[in-house]
């Protein structure tokens, strides 16, 4: 069971916007740590989509967007295409754990 | 800048296997590591870090005692040994660098694959 949490898949037509979700605790996003995103395509290495809840790394679109609230965490897509079709991992630090947390891993699917 | 791993191979439970990642296009020793395994239909879980110098090492807390993290600087490379392996770690293992003014893991090698069976 993954620390923090996200919906198995999200999906949308061409264009629209879709949200993920990563919902942790007060011992890791609510205690102010990172929240990082990676894309992971089938049989590639991940990659770094956003660093520092909302910052995104050069080569990145910017329809993708970060964003983080109390114990929770957002990626947002804005005008979907069928490239981004990908897993997506929220990524922070927990303090009870003292070590690096995934989160559970989220599908889009691109209608 | 490129992160290649290696070693993955097929085991029997119980064995041990060294993992190694070579690095290249980066000064290494500027960078602290990480290594984070996806087992098969399941999502990424972190392994272990270790920083630039090696004086901060971190395990997962599951996999303390088996799993030790080291690093040569001299040759630009990231180890993992995984001892008394079990059917469970099976797993594609990544290694990956530490952002360098953050704490993302910025970098990912495409990953070796142990498979653990008898």
């Known amino acids: 069971q993954s620390v923090l949490t996200q919906p198995p898949s999200v999906s949308g037509a061409p264009g629209q916007r879709v949200t993920i979700s990563c919902t942790g605790s007060?011992?890791?996003?609510?205690?102010?740590?990172?929240v990082h995103w990676y894309q992971h395509l089938p049989g590639r290495a991940p990659k770094l989509f956003i660093f520092g809840d909302r910052y995104r790394p050069s080569g990145v679109p910017d329809r993708f967007s970060g964003s983080k609230s109390g114990t929770s965490a957002s990626l947002t897509i804005t005008g979907l295409q069928t490239e981004d079709e990908a897993d997506y991992y929220c990524q922070s630090y927990d303090s009870t754990l003292s070590g690096y947390v995934f989160g559970s891993g989220t599908k889009v699917t691109v209608l | 800048v490129q992160l290649v791993e290696s070693g993955g191979d097929l085991v029997q439970p119980g064995t041990s296997l060294r993992l190694s990642c070579a690095t290249a296009g980066f000064t290494f020793d500027d960078f602290g590591m990480h290594w984070v395994r996806q087992s098969p239909g399941k999502g990424l879980e972190w392994v272990s870090h270790i920083s630039w110098n090696s004086g901060t090492i971190e395990y997962a807390d599951s996999l303390k005692g088996r799993f030790t993290v080291s690093r040569d600087n001299a040759k630009n490379s990231l180890y993992l040994e995984i001892r008394s392996l079990r059917v469970e770690d099976t797993a594609l293992y990544y290694c990956a660098r530490v952002g360098g003014t953050n704490t993302a893991f910025d970098i990912w090698g495409q990953g070796t694959m142990v498979t653990v069976s008898s």
């Open positions: 007060n011992s890791n996003i609510g205690a102010g740590y990172d």
